[in-house]
């Protein structure tokens, strides 16, 4: 007699228990359906001017969701660190004038009522990913979840983060692959593990995003990325867009210009159709 056993370590996150898709809802926009959804604005917020043209940008060529840093987890602490909460009332004019939700990265526990005060989907960073506390602050939030791959993250430890979500509630999570650390970084920041894609689609019900400006670190490289993403079974896209990416305080050589998306979203619109998906023009 078969026994109805889960057998993966990560229960709740596991397919075996949980054959059909979750899907993540924020308002009226479903991600994990039929809809490729592209996500899309600045690494980080830097002032009134440049994230408002940054949302318009994006909201007039297809992004369903304006992204943008307000809390920078940044490698050295001599960098921009972001506005903190003046980059996310920054964040709450732009969704007031722009109609998309935002989705930001909260960095730390302390923050998660402050970041979801003002957020309609939490990133939780690449850094952060197994910050515990925090992964279980976001899920009593009841905001739905970014959660990013460590940049040295098994696929298991990363559907194990996950799972510290849903135990404690919360099955609104997103996984975003990001791009796991190289040993060549002479052409590329870090190696998108495009891979993960079909290998979590089969391993897990939670719906799946690709972040080609981090996974590659090249402006040029995001195009082909996202189109290879497409292909794979991503459900959507985390893509930097900049109004002047040579002036940007953050990821500038990763950021596509407005025209350079405007040209992606048209390339897309024809694509996603053959992959079984729909951009909306
Ligand atoms: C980001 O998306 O702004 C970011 C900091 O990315 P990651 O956590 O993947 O480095
Ligand atoms: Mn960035």
Redesign the pocket.
């Given at each position: 007699m078969a026994v109805a056993t889960i057998n993966k370590a990560y229960r709740l996150a596991s397919r075996e228990g949980h054959p059909q898709d979750t899907v993540v809802r924020v308002g009226n926009l479903v991600i994990g359906g039929p809809q490729f959804v592209v996500m899309a604005g600045p690494?980080a917020v830097e002032s009134e001017d440049q994230l408002l043209a940054a949302a318009r940008a994006v909201a007039a060529r297809g992004a369903l969701v304006l992204r943008g840093?307000a809390f920078k987890?940044r490698t050295s602490p001599y960098d921009f660190q972001g506005l903190g909460e003046e980059g996310l009332r920054l964040l709450a004019e732009a969704r007031a004038l722009t109609g998309l939700p935002i989705i930001t990265?909260v960095t730390d526990s302390e923050d998660v009522e402050l970041v979801a005060r003002y957020a309609d989907i939490l990133?939780i960073?690449?850094?952060n990913m197994s910050a515990f506390r925090l992964l279980q602050k976001a899920a009593h939030s009841g905001k739905p979840i970014l959660l990013?791959r460590g940049f040295q993250a098994s696929i298991k430890e990363w559907l194990l983060s996950a799972e510290y979500i849903l135990a404690h509630g919360n099955d609104q999570i997103i996984l975003c692959e990001?791009g796991i650390r190289t040993h060549d970084c002479e052409f590329t920041r870090n190696t998108l593990d495009l891979a993960a894609v079909p290998v979590l689609k089969r391993e897990t019900h939670l719906p799946v995003i690709v972040?080609p400006s981090?996974g590659t670190g090249r402006a040029d490289l995001v195009r082909p990325m996202c189109r290879a993403a497409l292909a794979v079974g991503a459900d959507g896209l985390l893509i930097e867009v900049h109004p002047d990416p040579t002036q940007a305080l953050c990821d500038g050589q990763q950021s596509l210009s407005p025209d350079g998306f405007a040209s992606l979203m048209s390339e897309l619109m024809v694509l996603a159709p053959p992959a079984g998906r729909y951009v909306r023009g």
């Open positions: 690494c840093g987890p990265e990133q960073g690449s850094r990013k990001r972040d981090h």
